[in-house]
């Protein structure tokens, strides 16, 4: 099956499925804003709250790759309708919610909708641009309109909290998704797809299980300690579900990420820099708003606000990459954008180390120094891992991606929080030792690349 190439590079296209991206992207940052809220309201405890947030990230992360080849299976444009209308039913569901569990039930059924309508976007883009200059321009765009999303996500969850009460942070949803389910159904897109595709269910529900019980460990780990009996089950069930799961993938002829797809250099390495992309700005974002709010003593809306020059250098960095990516080689982008990176982590240590309390101005220019670098790095890899897995495999593809984010932004909020909570209120380690990781992070990676560029001359 071929797509027929008409109004196939309507910009409305790329508008269309970042919107997708958005809601979901929203549905993480937004709500965070609005759990304070929602405990007030439903006279919630901290302990059963943080499960609003965590729900929702579990069923994402742990579907995405299944769903992956589900659109491989069932076509893109059906998946990304049947992911829509879930998550539609769930905004409305968590939106109408009287306690806890309604909406962690809720929030998990939106989650699988997100996981459902993620991969599927990500294929319909790749098949609606088919020119691959095209294509990797088209991917800075849609990497800044995500990024402007996320940067801005915390305002205007803020804003609608604010303004309407915490249930329309929900509600939103509603109109959003409905205009994408019509467009996307009225273009009629045909994608390649494969009904006699096996799947194989065992290794899913194995995978299902530890990612899911990874998650739980790092989640409860925060309250209940990472070493204790109740958490420890949690720990032990995911090496023991991982282990099965990569014996199973060994003997299976129809594996979760195909074995083609492994093989491919450029595929892993993008990945392991979407990984840690995504530890890194989860988790400083987390130290910042706390630092801002707890050692600097502002409130929530101006440390919200003194994290968005950061958030705006980002989207500069994508524009950046947009207008490069014809003249320059991605390798050279990605050295350019990881050196910014490192530079501007190493600065930030430096201070870190010689001014106590750390000004916020320091902070500010240094950390959006950092975000230029980011804003280059993330568009970059997406277009090398794309570029990598073809048409063929453009699902799984954005599939793994976006586990990535989901399991790096936990990692990342897990790290730091252990780290916060370690040394409490002495914000002059904490920083020291954020910053320490940003430096390791992105060293690591970028040694593991050129290693691997080495071994495969």
């Keep these: 099956m071929t797509h027929t190439p008409t109004k196939k590079n309507s910009p409305w296209m790329l508008i269309?499925?970042?919107?997708?991206?958005?809601?979901?992207?929203?549905d993480t940052t937004g709500?965070?804003?609005?759990?304070?809220?929602?405990?007030?309201?439903?006279?919630?405890?901290?302990?059963?709250?943080?499960?609003?947030?965590n729900s929702y990230i579990l069923a994402l992360s742990s579907l995405l790759l299944l769903s992956g080849n589900l659109v491989r299976k069932y076509g893109a444009t059906r998946l990304f309708i049947t992911g829509m209308g879930l998550f539609i039913i769930a905004s409305i569901g968590s939106g109408c919610s009287i306690n806890v569990w309604t909406i962690v039930i809720f929030r998990l059924i939106q989650g699988a909708g997100a996981a459902l309508f993620m991969p599927s976007s990500m294929t319909l883009l790749f098949i609606s641009y088919p020119d691959p200059t095209e294509r990797a321009k088209v991917l800075g765009i849609w990497t800044t309109i995500i990024s402007v999303?996320?940067?801005?996500?915390?305002?205007?969850?803020?804003?609608?909290?604010?303004?309407?009460?915490?249930?329309?942070?929900?509600?939103?949803?509603?109109?959003?998704?409905?205009?994408?389910?019509?467009?996307?159904?009225?273009?009629?897109?045909?994608?390649?797809?494969?009904?006699?595709?096996?799947?194989?269910?065992?290794?899913n529900i194995v995978l299902f299980f530890a990612l899911t019980s990874l998650v739980i460990f790092l989640v409860n780990g925060k309250q209940i300690g990472y070493l204790s009996s109740k958490n420890s089950i949690f720990g032990i069930t995911f090496v023991v579900t991982l282990t099965t799961l990569i014996f199973l993938e060994k003997k299976s002829t129809n594996p979760i990420i195909p074995f083609d797809l492994l093989k491919r250099k450029n595929f892993l390495t993008a990945n392991l820099f979407g990984l840690v992309i995504n530890i890194s700005l989860y988790g400083l974002t987390l130290v910042l708003g706390l630092y801002f709010q707890t050692q600097l003593k502002y409130s929530a809306m101006l440390a919200g606000l003194l994290i968005l020059p950061g958030m705006c250098v980002l989207i500069l960095g994508n524009l950046f990459y947009t207008k490069m990516i014809q003249k320059i080689k991605t390798n050279t982008l990605v050295s350019l954008a990881t050196t910014i990176t490192i530079i501007s982590s190493l600065i930030l240590l430096i201070f870190a180390t010689k001014l106590n309390p750390l000004p916020a101005g320091v902070i500010i220019i240094f950390f959006a120094t950092m975000c230029f670098g980011l804003g280059i790095l993330t568009p970059v890899t997406t277009t090398i891992l794309m570029d990598s897995a073809g048409k063929k495999y453009s699902s799984i593809a954005g599939a793994a991606l976006n586990t990535n984010k989901q399991i790096g932004g936990l990692f990342g909020t897990t790290i730091?929080?252990?780290?916060?909570?370690?040394?409490?209120?002495?914000?002059?380690?904490?920083?020291?030792?954020?910053?320490?990781?940003?430096?390791?992070?992105?060293?690591?990676?970028?040694?593991?690349?050129?290693?691997?560029?080495?071994?495969?001359h």
């Excluded at 309201?41 to 901290?46: V, Y």
């Design 31 to 53: 709500v965070v804003l609005a759990v304070p809220s929602i405990e007030k309201a439903l006279n919630i405890s901290f302990n059963n709250s943080i499960w609003i947030l």
């Design 416 to 456: 730091l929080g252990i780290i916060i909570a370690t040394n409490q209120s002495n914000w002059q380690t904490i920083l020291i030792l954020t910053f320490s990781l940003q430096v390791i992070l992105y060293g690591v990676t970028v040694l593991i690349d050129k290693l691997s560029e080495h071994s495969h």
């Design 149 to 203: 999303a996320t940067g801005t996500g915390s305002l205007i969850g803020g804003t609608l909290i604010t303004t309407f009460g915490w249930r329309s942070i929900f509600f939103i949803n509603v109109p959003l998704g409905l205009i994408a389910i019509l467009y996307i159904y009225s273009q009629k897109i045909e994608v390649p797809y494969n009904l006699n595709l096996k799947i194989s269910i065992v290794d």
């Design 16 to 26: 269309i499925l970042s919107l997708g991206f958005i809601m979901a992207v929203l």
